[in-house]
C-alpha cells in the first residue's frame, strides 16, 4: 500500500485528488491543509493541519506521516496579490518548496509538484515541456523559483505545469475564474474581462489524474498539462455565463495592456 500525502487539501485541486483518492484500497491517504479540514467528506483518510510556511510544522508532519509520495498542490496563486506582496508570494511558493523538498528528501518520497504557465512570456505558445522559462511577473517568477528548487534536489520528482485551472468544490476559501465570473454576475455586477489574452483552461478534475498518475506511475521530470481547447479569457467566461443563463451583457472586454 501508497502512502500518499496532499498538501493544500482545501483547495479545489486538492480537494478533487483527495476525492478521487480517498476509495482507493490501495493506497493511504493524508490530506493536509492550513487550519481545519474544510471538505464535506471526511472519510478515507485522515487530516493534518499543516503550514507549509513554517519548516518546523512541515518537518513535524512529514517526519511523523513518513509518505511515499507527496502531491504539494498548496501555492499562492492569484497574480494581483503576489504582485501586490512579494513576501508573502515568496514565502508560500518559494521558502515553502524549500522545506517541502527538505522534508521529503529526509524521507525518500516522489514529490509531484505543481507548477504554472506563468513561468513562460506567453509569446510564442503553445509551449512544449522544453520551452524556456521567462516569466514576466512576480508570481510566473515566483513560481520558477519553485520548479529550480525541485529540479536541483536529489529527489525522485515530477512537475506537472498546467493553465488556469477551474472547476466547483466543498467550502472554497478563494475564487477561481469560473466561481468569480458566475458569482459577479449572479449579482448582475458588470465585469471587466481582458479579451487578448488566450489560455488553455483545464479542468481540475483533470488535472488530479494527472497528478495520480504521476504518482501511479512513479512519474519523473516535466509534464505540461492543460485542456485541449484554446480560449479568449473573455470567450470562457461568456461559457459561464452562457452555462449558469446569466447576462453576458454585464461581460466588458478590456485589454490586458490597459
Request: charged residues 25%; proline residues 2%; hydrophobic residues 40%.
Amino acid at each position: 500500500m501508497k502512502k500518499i500525502l496532499v498538501t493544500g487539501s482545501n483547495g479545489l485541486l486538492g480537494q478533487k485528488v483527495v476525492y478521487k483518492l480517498k476509495d482507493r484500497t490501495d493506497v493511504e491517504l493524508v490530506a493536509t491543509a492550513r487550519g481545519e479540514n474544510r471538505l464535506l467528506e471526511q472519510n478515507g483518510y485522515t487530516f493534518h493541519s499543516l503550514d507549509i510556511e513554517s519548516r518546523e510544522n512541515v518537518d513535524a508532519v512529514i517526519d511523523q506521516v513518513k509518505p511515499d509520495a507527496i502531491i504539494h498542490t498548496a501555492a499562492m496563486t492569484q497574480v494581483d496579490d503576489c504582485e501586490l506582496d512579494h513576501a508573502a508570494c515568496d514565502r508560500a511558493n518559494v521558502d515553502a518548496v524549500h522545506y517541502i523538498v527538505d522534508a521529503a528528501e529526509r524521507n525518500n518520497c516522489h514529490l509531484v509538484h505543481i507548477s504554472t504557465d506563468f513561468i513562460f512570456n506567453g509569446e510564442e505558445g503553445p509551449y512544449d515541456e522544453e520551452g524556456v522559462a521567462d516569466p514576466l511577473s512576480y508570481y510566473g517568477n515566483a513560481k520558477w523559483k519553485g520548479e529550480l528548487i525541485v529540479q536541483n534536489s536529489k529527489l525522485k520528482w515530477a512537475i506537472l505545469r498546467t493553465v488556469l485551472v477551474y472547476g466547483i468544490v466543498d467550502n472554497m476559501s478563494r475564487s477561481n475564474i469560473v466561481l468569480w465570473a458566475k458569482g459577479a454576475l449572479e449579482k448582475g455586477n458588470p465585469i471587466n474581462v481582458v479579451d487578448d489574452q488566450f489560455r488553455s483552461p483545464t479542468l481540475a478534475e483533470d488535472l488530479a489524474d494527472g497528478c495520480i498518475l504521476a504518482v501511479d506511475k512513479s512519474a519523473t521530470g516535466i509534464y505540461n498539462i492543460s485542456g485541449k481547447d484554446q480560449f479568449s479569457i473573455i470567450d470562457l467566461v461568456r461559457e459561464v455565463a452562457d452555462y449558469y443563463g446569466l447576462d453576458k451583457n454585464l461581460i466588458k472586454p478590456v485589454s490586458s495592456k490597459t
